[in-house]
């Protein structure tokens, strides 16, 4: 199992704040992903990043995926009450044939 | 859409007792997949499937048991429930295992063990 550590673990910010949340891995992906998750729910893809040094935006979200393809990161700028969630970032290394790794996540609360 | 479809979605089960978790797509994925999630250990994956007729063992295995008879259907079998079983499964399904395919995942069902 190839192993990705989320940091932080857990945020509280006010509305309007801008935050990064932190993907990192010893181990190279041949994509990464972030999903995010609401309480009772099942995860939902956000992003799939795959060439290193890549940047992806999605509206306040932005993603981007190390050079080496070891790391990776979520900057949400104005953060809202609606951006609440876990955020996990997913990886199929190069490696680990079909597995999808998960990191433990890191839980946004975002108060009005 | 109904997308995927995991069937219940809360249960209460005694020590020692058996129960298969039921996972159903519509949306004729090859792959198909099982992950429990415990607080601060995020998704584990348990069982995966990349067709009909074929399963492969992930991260904890350990007292569960899948089958995948049709393309549409992959259920999730506790032969003998521990406490240590409590968690929120999920199951997830892709078109394929590929580089950056979307997995699809379940409402979840959250079981407890006594």
């Known amino acids: 199992t190839q192993l990705l550590e989320q940091s932080p673990q857990f945020l509280s910010i006010q509305e309007g704040e801008n935050l990064t949340v932190y993907c990192n891995s010893s181990?190279?992906?041949?994509?990464l992903q972030w999903y995010r998750q609401e309480p009772g729910e099942g995860p939902v893809l956000l992003v799939t990043v795959v060439t290193g040094g890549e940047v992806k935006k999605l509206k306040r979200l932005t993603f981007q995926f190390g050079d080496a393809r070891k790391d990776s990161s979520l900057h949400i700028t104005a953060a809202q009450p609606g951006d609440t969630g876990l955020y996990l970032c997913?990886?199929?290394?190069?490696?680990?044939?079909?597995?999808?790794?998960f990191g433990k996540g890191t839980s946004l609360l975002v108060t009005p | 859409n109904a997308g995927v479809t995991q069937t219940p979605k809360f249960q209460v089960l005694k020590t020692g007792q058996s129960m298969t978790l039921q996972c159903a797509q519509d949306m004729n994925h090859e792959y198909m997949s099982w992950y429990r999630q415990d607080p601060g250990m995020g998704l584990r994956l348990i069982h995966y499937?990349?067709?009909?007729?074929?399963?492969d063992q992930g991260e904890v295995p350990n007292g569960y048991n899948v089958s995948r008879s049709t393309t549409e259907d992959f259920p999730l079998r506790l032969l003998s429930a521990a406490p240590s079983q409590t968690s929120v499964y999920f199951c997830?399904?892709?078109?394929?295992?590929?580089?950056?395919?979307?997995?699809?995942f379940g409402q979840g069902t959250r079981l407890t063990v006594v």
């Open positions: 499937s990349v067709g009909a007729g074929i399963t």
């Open positions: 181990s190279v992906f041949s994509s």
């Open positions: 997913a990886g199929r290394g190069s490696n680990s044939g079909y597995a999808l790794n």
């Open positions: 997830a399904s892709s078109y394929s295992p590929g580089l950056g395919t979307e997995a699809f």
